[in-house]
Structure formats: C-alpha cells, structure tokens
C-alpha cells in the first residue's frame, strides 16, 4: 500500500468510527436522554448526543471516497444533522418530540445500514451485511413504539 492509501484507509476506519458512535448513541441512549428532556427540559445534553467529527473532515480528504461513498455520507449525516436543528429548536411537548425522534431514528438507522455496508466494501469487508440486534430479534429494537397512523 503507497501513502495515498494509507491516508485513505485511515480516513474511512475514522469516518466508519465516528458514524458508529453517533449512531450507538442515538439508539442505545434514546430512552435517556429523551428522559432527560422530558424531566428538565434541557437541550444542553443534545450536544453530546449528535457530537460527530466528520465536519471537521476537510473536503480535500473527501475527494479520495467513492461517489457512492460520499452519498451515503451525505444522506446519515444530513438525517442526523435535521434531527439535531429540530432537538434545538422545537417548542412540541415531551410526547411529540419523542413520537418524532423515533420516526426520524428508523431512517437513520436504514441510512446507517447503508453507509456502513459501502464503508464495509471500501475497507475491503466485502460480504459483511449491515446488522443490527433488532434485524436478529425484533422485540430488542428500541425504535420499537406503537405509533398513531398519520
């Protein structure tokens, strides 16, 4: 391998890193800070929640990702990103910002699946199909709320 690509292989092991984070924390703290929301209605917390260093990632290393790479990057982050604008700046009550979060969490999680499954490609895991505890057992997926039919 040159140096081109190693920085590269290095870049994607880090996007792969900070998207996994993002999302552990999106899912796996959904009833927390969603609580915290609810009981002190603080947006502070937010912050560390949707934290993610892939916009400190100078566009000139993004010019060595795939097309496909770089869609599927555009499409989790600009969902994650939303998702944020609408935490900091809604005025709906606990129930709907909840009923709202879990709505936008499933197309984050099928973004997720998808950007994963490229960056898997890219690093040369080919045959690694995006999984998740809830695709094995569906009653362990914390999405999973009843929601009224709009």
Do not use: C
């Amino acid at each position: 391998m040159n140096d081109q690509q190693l920085i590269v292989r290095s870049l994607l092991v880090l996007i792969k890193l900070d998207a996994e984070a993002l999302y552990d924390r999106l899912k796996y703290n959904f009833r927390e800070y969603m609580q915290i929301f609810a009981n002190k209605r603080t947006r502070e917390h937010f912050k560390d929640v949707l934290r993610t260093r892939f916009f400190d990632v100078p566009i000139t290393d993004l010019k060595y990702l795939s097309e496909d790479l770089l869609l599927a990057l555009d499409k989790f982050y600009k969902e994650v990103d939303a998702l944020k604008w609408y935490l900091n700046a809604t005025e709906d009550m606990p129930a709907t910002v909840e009923d709202r979060v879990v709505r936008v969490l499933r197309d984050v999680q099928m973004h997720y699946d998808v950007l994963r499954l490229y960056l898997e490609a890219e690093l040369g895991h080919v045959g690694v199909a995006p999984t998740s505890p809830a695709q094995e057992d569906p009653a362990l997926d914390p999405f999973k709320i009843d929601l009224p039919e709009s």
